[in-house]
Nanobody
């Protein structure tokens, strides 16, 4: 059974940085796709960034130029480097993995991912 465990969340001042990690387990193949999502209180979950097995990346416009998604297939770990954090980045961040061919069309849609972590909280203060 695939399991995803996020870490690295915390509290940071606006303009600061955090790096999230997601360790995956329970499979032997190269996970075809992975992504980061977030959900703020009272808001819908939104896709932040996605990455294919080969390293193709996609970002939501709200984080382009500030966040970087990466993966280490050997360590089965997904990362999200977050720089220049803003108050509006405050949310619970979730790791997602596994998808079908529909990922190419909608890589930031939560519907295309099969597995989810429990989340790690990121709080940005002024």
């Amino acid at each position: 059974q695939v399991q995803l465990v996020e870490s690295g969340g915390g509290s940071v001042q606006a303009g600061g940085s955090l790096k999230l990690s997601c360790i995956a387990s329970g499979y032997t193949y190269n996970m075809p796709c992975m992504g980061w999502f977030r959900q703020a209180p009272g808001k819908e979950r939104e896709g932040v960034a996605g990455i294919s097995a080969g390293g193709l990346t996609i970002y939501d416009d709200s984080v382009k130029g500030r966040f970087t998604i990466s993966r280490d297939n050997g360590k089965k770990t997904l990362y999200l480097q977050m720089n220049s954090l803003k108050l509006e980045d405050t949310a619970m961040y979730y790791c997602a993995a596994g998808c079908g061919s529909e990922w190419r069309a909608t890589p930031l849609s939560g519907r295309v991912y099969y597995y989810w972590g429990q989340g790690t909280q990121v709080t940005v203060s002024s």
